[in-house]
């Protein structure tokens, strides 16, 4: 599995796509372990330099985005680790620039930002629900081009992920949820309702990955029917990419901490080297 692999070069035609892979529980629980390691890996690569990432997680309702953050939370360290899971605009929102709450969002140095849902509902929901304006959305492809042009320029690494499942895997999902009191707060009124503009939904997700995808900036378009398997490639791509160019081999004991460790442990350090 190679993060190459689920890179969108053209338009995808979701209805098309009928292989859904599948991995073994022990196999995942294994592979899983790896990649949250290299994550770790790539963390502590981050901290202290000006390297940053953003992380954008878009898919159907129950694609298990949620899971993929989890699981990325269980290897990193919160200081350096954000997840920004966006809903409606506020009040205050809606009278700005929608790009605005994403500025305001976007990673200091050393940090990895997640942004569950994203700049991308201007031409998703908002576009399918009436929420902008035929104008607007059209002219949210070249904003949305521009604005993430700016971040890889900043040096940002960007990383965008499609979560993909069939009609009939959505509704095996939400019948789970609503039997698990665990799990019913996850679901509202608008899930099912958007059941109902499904073909609008698959259109503007096609337009979206055909439109805003460049050898810079590549959708990957994960088929996610398989939890585990959607979990692992997710996260394959995601270490791939962050550490793309990155040194991950951690750094030498800085010296003075070395000296001080070597006199009041009396512990030998190799002086940091």
């Known amino acids: 599995m190679k993060s190459s692999d689920f890179a969108v070069h053209d338009r995808p035609r979701l209805n098309h796509i009928t292989h859904f892979p599948s991995v073994e529980f022990a196999d995942y ?59 409606a605009p506020s009040g205050r929102e ?27 509902g201007r031409v998703l929901v908002e576009r399918v629900e009436g929420f902008a304006t035929k104008a607007e959305w ?4 070249r904003e949305i081009e521009s604005f993430e042009r700016m971040l890889l320029d900043d040096g940002i690494k960007l990383v965008k992920i499609f979560m993909h499942i069939t009609p009939e895997e959505q509704l095996r999902r939400f019948r789970s949820r609503l039997n698990d009191p665990l799990k019913r707060w996850k679901l509202s009124y608008e899930d099912f309702r958007n059941r109902d503009r ?23 378009l994960v ?15 995601i270490a791939d990419l962050l550490s793309d160019g990155v040194e991950l081999k951690p750094r030498p004991l ?20």
Request: without cysteine; charged residues 25%; glycine residues 10%.
């Open 254 to 273: 800085d010296p003075a901490v070395a000296a001080a460790a070597e006199k009041l442990l009396g512990i030998k350090t190799g002086n940091g080297r």
């Open 198 to 220: 499904w073909d609008e939904y698959a259109e503007a997700i096609e337009d979206m990955m055909e439109k805003t995808s460049s050898k810079h900036t590549h959708w990957h």
């Open 29 to 87: 629980e294994r592979r899983l372990g790896g990649m949250q390691e290299t994550l770790q890996f790539v963390q502590q690569a981050y901290l202290g330099t000006a390297q940053r990432a953003v992380i954008v997680l878009e898919g159907w309702d129950t694609a298990g985005k949620g899971g993929i953050v989890r699981r990325m939370g269980w290897a990193l360290d919160p200081r350096s680790f954000k997840v920004h899971a966006i809903a």
């Open 138 to 141: 059209q002219r949210g492809y």
């Open 223 to 237: 088929p996610a029917n398989d939890k585990p398997f959607g979990r692992l490639a997710a996260l394959r791509i």
């Open 94 to 120: 809606k009278s700005e620039h929608y790009l605005q709450r994403f500025w305001e969002r976007l990673p200091h140095h050393g940090q990895i930002t997640v942004f569950d849902r994203s700049w991308y």
